[in-house]
């Protein structure tokens, strides 16, 4: 099962996807935390084909318009769905200080390794509680770059 390196992370962009005026954003490198996916939790999946959710860590340096740089480190956990084309997950963080946030993404896989995701992402404490937003990304490999945006 392939990572869900989009998630991570950094989740949070903005390819014309934020609505507001000054919307805050951002671009994100979201890396693997070797090793971090030995937890795997095994079940009959559609079909009864056996399916595993991993859980993964995920390392995340987001970098704002204005200057502003935020590391933060992610708990995940994603699963395929039943034709194994793509992975759905959930996030959490710590975030830098105070601040938390919750990802939710999706990913879609070629046959050749890359992947497209996609999602939004929830501040849940700190200087973005109740703040909404959404990210994308590209790529493959255990190093992934998006963009991503909050709302006004």
Known sequence: MKNLVWIAVALISGAGFATGAAAESFTYTVTAEPGSNAIRVTARGDGGAMMSAVANRLEVTF???SGLVEKAVYQCIDWPTPHETTNVGVMCNGG??????SVIGTCLFNNKGSEMCWGVIEGIAGKRAGKH??????GSGATTTGEGAWED
């Open 133 to 138: 937003g959404t990210y994308t990304h590209m």
């Open 63 to 65: 970098t704002y318009k």
């Open 96 to 101: 830098s200080g105070e601040d938390k946030y």
